[in-house]
């Protein structure tokens, strides 16, 4: 079987963003055109869609680290922020947007909230990760790429040398100095 670890996390994200514009409890709130994702960002995202992006790669984040709170969640959505001649700083990701997504996906039943002992946060419910297996499984039937294994320079220079029949290029023949 096919599981989300076997499929490149960027394409994963970017299907299941467009899995989770079909689910009708995740949309974008009036004010999302406007925010900035985290205090260590300069300007609001670019594409028009990215409520959508941000709440698949928080579901692929709660699937892979397993119960997961908000403030783990900013920690792992943090940047640096350009602070001018001082030092970089790292600044946390948004918290509020992240509680509204984990809260849209709660209400979609793709996660829930549990307390596993000194664990407490949020993890993926089965229907969740039925529609992430669903995805990957979706990615890996796709027509894969092959790639031609290139061989490294260090290959290239021997079988040059073999080639010639000696030590030298054949470029690089002394021709003598003038003087």
């Known amino acids: 079987m096919v599981s989300i670890y076997d499929v490149d996390p960027s394409k994963l994200v970017e299907k299941l963003a467009e899995e989770l514009k079909k689910v009708e409890h995740v949309l974008a709130p009036e004010w999302a055109q406007f925010v900035k994702t985290g205090s ?46 001082k030092p970089e700083r790292v600044y946390p990701g948004s918290g509020n947007i992240l509680r509204k997504v984990l809260q849209q996906l709660e209400k979609a039943e793709l996660l829930k909230y549990v307390e596993k002992g000194v664990h407490k946060g949020r993890v993926v419910t089965g229907k ?3 529609l992430l297996n669903q ?45």
Not at 68 to 76: D, E, F, P, W
Not at 135 to 164: D, H, M
């Open 135 to 179: 995805v990957a499984k979706g990615l890996v039937s796709s027509p894969k790429e092959t790639f031609e294994k290139k061989p490294s320079p260090r290959e290239e220079v021997k079988t040059e040398v073999k080639e010639n029949g000696s030590g030298k290029d054949k470029g690089t023949e002394d021709k003598g100095t003038t003087s």
């Open 128 to 130: 969740g990760e039925k």
């Open 40 to 85: 260590g960002k300069e300007r609001p995202p670019i594409k028009k869609d990215w409520w959508h992006f941000r709440a698949a790669s928080v579901m692929r984040k709660v699937y892979v680290s397993g119960p997961i709170g908000v403030s783990k969640l900013r920690k792992k959505y943090s940047s640096k922020k350009n602070r001018g001649h």
